[in-house]
């Protein structure tokens, strides 16, 4: 399946992935692309790796929208305001999104988009005379379609928790790339199990293929973090821990000194698991434009309010985590420019020490270290004393605080059941109006997918 906005132009994304092999894609006017030329090398195929994790840095995948779109769909109303002018963000906040929203459509086009990159790659991985160097493609594909796979459906399907994974609705599977367009690709929604279950057997792969260590792309122990992600949603906590486990103690991250070293870091940061580079050439950081201040070239479009203050212990330094803007308050993790070449974070260790102890606490397991060292871990680099002992609902807590802002609140909120609330009144997060619409121009041309009900 190749969203609708491509059709015409079908597989201009791998050209455009392909973009850094000097001329060596000589395409014809016409609505395919030659295989055998486009990834007719080695090289060619890395060179198409490299553009899917480009894409990935898009403004509608980890350049904004992945973490933005859903945090704003969760946040509490008389905490966090929309304050900005585009009526497609404002959406979101309102609890009211429509399935013109071109926010949704560009999230939804541009993840198919990545997976078809990788469906290609993965097509190609015969022209690798070294079998290490076909891995490490193979690893690379899987890490990214499984990726896309588990951000796709947890926000258009249903939480695992709370429904019928065999029966409720998640996203089009397409394991095999688009290069023609027949009817055959006008495919049905899977269930939220059957998606589940490839995104599993990808980052599985992913991480048994991946080198430890690849420079700004995915390795071995990214795939396990997302995994840990993947394991916490549907409530497997044994496989969470484990997963969020080897991360914390085999990769070498550690927690940044402070909270805010943690954030709009030039060269990264040790506590990245997983980032997304941004620099004056490559890559969008709209996070920047909408959180960040106006003196930091922001829109300074969502504010934070006292009530939000108020979530924070005194002494607590995520409370002062803050820029002030003219008198309004916006977070501070999002105000790094362009120009100042800031990576993103996606997942960082700190995460993994909330996953680990909520994790061994609900299966009662004791994978790493206990509970109450990780979850003080977070505490005492937030500037707070250490806890004698530790909840589920201290963890859930600490996750709130630790990382707002970066795109987990809504799925949190899903997995665990709790309330959002609304102008209507407070609703379960499970509610239909918290999935994304499928886009009304996928709709329109693909006669075989279901709408979700809210729409």
Known sequence: MLPARFRPALLLSLALALGACDGLLDLEPQQSISNERALATPQNVESAIVGA?????????YGGQLMMGPDLLAASNAEVVWTGTFAQPR?????????????????????YDVINVANNVLSALDVFGDEGARDRAEGHARFLRGLMYFELVRLWGPAWTGGDPGSDLGVPLVLEPTRTVTEADDRARSTVGEVYAQIITDLEAARDRLPQNDGDLADTYAASAVLSRVYLSQGAYPAAAAEASRVIEGSGHALAPTFGDAFNQAAGSSEYVFGIPITE?????ELNTFYGARENSGRGDIQLTADYAGLFADDDARAFFYVDDRGRRRTAKWQGTMAEGVDIPVIRLAEMLLTRAEANLRAGTTVGAAPLADVNAVRERAGLDALDAVSVDDVLRERRLELDFEGELLHDLKRTQRAIPTIDGELPATAPRFLYPIPQREI????????????
């Open 91 to 111: 959406e979101f906040w309102n609890k009211s999104l429509l399935v013109n929203n071109s926010f949704v459509e560009d999230t939804w086009e541009d993840a």
């Open 53 to 61: 994790y480009d894409r990935m840095s898009d403004g509608d995948l």
């Open 444 to 455: 329109d041309a693909n006669p075989n997918l279901e709408q979700n009900a809210y729409y």
């Open 281 to 285: 050439q490559d890559g969008v950081n």
